[in-house]
């Protein structure tokens, strides 16, 4: 039954890690109602978003190729570092400290208090209403070569908000891109680029953390989720780029709204513990 789980949890990480929806807040409920009725954890999170962003590295693989060449010639003189590549390189190492410092100063309560489902049904819908707003009110006319050292600051505070359950990692970032001016398929794409440093990090951290603990699921389990979450986010990735160059976010904005409704609903019955 545990490896059903796994690979249950597996699947619905692949689907929901890029979408804006909180991958992290749908492993917290979908936990809630497996038959064991437990809450896989942070570690088994990060572990599984692993799979999800080497998804990302597979996608945007030329790109990173090219950003990291161009930014390793861009430290010996090589190339000019005003180098659009390799100012991402710079952009995107900027950007990823700001969850690497907030993500060790609240690393007790993310894996403990944030993890309520009060807060992950709140975030859902605050997040969900801030994220309609910015695709509405948003300019949506820069592009990434427009973007800057405070932009990309801003964009890397964005992301730590994802440290909560219910923000969403891609969610928030693209929020915040929106907010900025910036086109929906480059905030995205710079929200999919970020989120490489900080989940590659926290996995592996988590992972090696893990070895002097009780995980709720075996090693053989997580990494079968981890490889499952892999091969969906693949295909969520294509979906997710393709719809956002000709639709709004506002079907997501609907779905969270909703189901932080249903929980809040759900909690406040006693139909679920919190």
Do not use: C
């Not at 930014?71 to 570092?81: A, D, F, H, M, T």
């Not at 975030?123 to 209403?129: C, D, E, S, Y």
């Not at 979906?239 to 904005?253: G, H, T």
């Amino acid at each position: 039954m545990h490896l059903f789980e796994a690979l249950l949890l597996g699947i619905v990480q692949g689907l929901t890690e890029f979408l804006p929806i909180s991958s992290s807040a749908h492993l917290r409920i979908l936990g809630t109602f497996l038959p064991s009725a437990t809450d896989p954890g942070a570690a088994f999170t990060a572990i599984t978003q692993i799979g999800t962003e080497a998804a990302v590295v597979v996608f945007f693989w030329r790109d990173i190729v090219r950003i990291v060449k161009h930014w390793s010639l861009s430290l010996v003189g090589k190339i000019p570092r005003n180098d659009a590549d390799a100012r991402m390189g710079w952009l995107i190492i900027i950007g990823s400290i700001p969850i690497v410092v907030l993500g060790l100063l609240f690393q007790d309560q993310i894996e403990t208090v944030f993890r309520s489902m009060w807060v992950v049904a709140t975030m859902l819908i605050v997040f969900g209403i801030l994220l309609g707003i910015a695709d509405y009110v948003g300019a949506k006319r820069r592009s990434l070569n427009q973007l800057t050292v405070p932009h990309g600051i801003a964009f890397g505070f964005a992301q730590a908000l994802a440290l909560v359950p219910g923000v969403s990692r891609s969610g928030g970032t693209i929020t915040m891109g929106l907010f900025l001016g910036y086109e929906r398929a480059a905030a995205a794409r710079y929200a999919f680029l970020l989120a490489i440093p900080a989940v590659f990090g926290s996995g592996f951290y988590q992972l090696f953390k893990s070895l002097d603990e009780t995980p709720v699921f075996s090693a053989g389990e997580t990494l079968a989720a981890t490889g499952i979450a892999f091969v969906v986010a693949l295909g969520v990735i294509a979906f997710f780029m393709n719809w956002i160059s000709k639709r709004s976010f506002l079907p997501f904005v609907i779905y969270r709204v909703l189901l932080g409704g249903v929980l809040l609903v759900l909690l406040a019955t006693g139909a679920i513990a919190p």
